[in-house]
C-alpha cells in the first residue's frame, strides 16, 4: 500500500534578499524581495526597509507565507487603494511563490 501519512509540498521561493531598480521618468521603482518563514520574519523586514528608504513617497509590500499562503498580507502605503500592494500580492499567489 502507498503511504499516505507523509506529504510532500512543493512551491517556489528564494533563497536570499534581492533587489531590482529601476527609472520611469522621474519616478523610481525599488523591488526588494527576501526569503521569511514567519510573519514576524516579514514586519521585521519590511521595519528595516522602511527605515532604509525612510524619504520614499510609498514602501508597498506583500507577502505570502505557508504551504498553502495560509497567511497574506499587502500595503498600499497612501498609494490609491488596491493599485500597488494587491497587485503585488497577486503576483505572489499565481506564481505560487511562497515565503516572500
Not at 518563514?37 to 521585521?44: F, G, L, M, R
Not at 490609491?80 to 499565481?94: C, H, I, N, R
Request: hydrophobic fraction near 30%; include cysteine; charged fraction near 25%.
Amino acid at each position: 500500500m502507498p503511504d499516505t501519512t507523509s506529504s510532500t509540498v512543493e512551491f517556489i521561493s528564494i533563497a536570499k534578499e534581492f533587489r531590482h531598480e529601476y527609472v520611469v521618468e522621474k519616478s523610481r521603482f525599488i523591488t526588494t524581495v527576501y526569503p521569511c518563514s514567519t510573519e514576524e520574519d516579514a514586519q521585521s523586514f519590511i521595519a528595516r526597509i522602511n527605515k532604509e528608504f525612510w524619504d520614499a513617497r510609498h514602501n508597498c509590500t506583500a507577502f505570502a507565507l505557508g504551504p498553502k499562503q495560509e497567511q497574506q498580507r499587502s500595503s498600499d502605503n497612501g498609494e490609491p487603494s488596491g493599485t500597488a500592494g494587491k497587485p503585488m500580492l497577486e503576483v505572489l499567489k499565481k506564481r505560487q511563490v511562497l515565503q516572500m
